[in-house]
């Protein structure tokens, strides 16, 4: 489904990503371990069009996305929640969560189909909803971007490090709703990143490992780097 051909990227002269190449198929959970400063966040932005200027290529069922600015990705159904998260804090949650969804067109019919959705897959949201997006604790940020993603992510779901601070309870209900959402969607695609792949426990039906902008297959890799 989505497949990067050799991509390479600089930062400030420094390179950051170099030849990656991966095929994210659908109904897979792909976890991108890396430790920090590997390039995760990088890699992430650059799927959702937010670092222009890299070399290779992003296609999207053999559509090159170079063409597709980051305002009308989440058109093409991939959802993003950033590691800062980034609520709009004079929103409620709730518009928070319908508002990528609005501005790409959605009928308000629509929209409520996903939130309904996305709640019974993320119940922890239902008491936030009526909040405002400035008034939650970190971990009920990450919630909310989450279900932010999954409201917009109709084909994929990027995750970037969702589990980072997380308090234990909170880690294992963001487990609990990924399992559901995975069960509930089977032909979704989810993106993880996380430093530390223990985290991830059984979630993931693969691992990538990033090092040093390079990225690598396998278990094996993500536990020699620990
Ligand atoms: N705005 C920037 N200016 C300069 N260097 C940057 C900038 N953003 C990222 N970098 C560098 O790019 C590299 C990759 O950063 P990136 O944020 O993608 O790593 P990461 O794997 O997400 O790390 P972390 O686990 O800390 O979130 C790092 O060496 C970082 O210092
Ligand atoms: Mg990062």
Redo the contacts with the bound molecule.
């Keep these: 489904m989505l497949s990067l051909e050799q991509v390479s990227t600089q930062?400030?002269g420094?390179a950051?990503l170099r030849g990656v190449s991966c095929q994210l198929e659908p109904g897979s959970t792909v976890a991108v371990v890396?430790r920090?400063?590997?390039?995760?966040?990088?890699?992430l932005r650059l799927i959702m069009g937010l670092r222009p200027g890299h070399q290779g290529r992003v296609l999207l069922d053999g559509q090159d996305l170079a063409a597709v600015p980051a305002r009308l990705r989440a058109r093409l159904g991939i959802g993003y929640a950033p590691?800062d998260r980034v609520m709009f804090p004079s929103f409620s949650v709730e518009e928070n969560l319908r508002f990528p969804c609005e501005v790409i067109g959605l009928s308000r019919q629509a929209v409520n189909a996903r939130l309904e959705q996305t709640l019974d897959i993320i119940a922890e949201l239902k008491p936030m909803l009526a909040r405002s997006g400035a008034a939650l604790s970190g971990g009920q940020g990450k919630m909310a971007a989450f279900g932010r993603a999954v409201m917009v992510g109709a084909r994929m779901v990027l995750l970037d490090?969702p589990f980072q601070g997380l308090a234990p309870v909170l880690a294992q209900q963001y487990s609990a709703s990924l399992r559901r959402l995975h069960q509930s969607r089977p032909e979704l695609c989810i993106v993880i990143?996380e430093?530390n792949r223990s985290l991830l426990g059984d979630l993931p039906s693969q691992t990538l490992v990033?090092e040093r902008g390079e990225l690598h297959r396998g278990d094996a890799a993500a536990a020699a780097l620990h």
């Design positions: 930062i400030a420094v950051v890396g920090n400063g590997a390039g995760k966040t990088t890699l590691e490090e990143t430093s990033l």
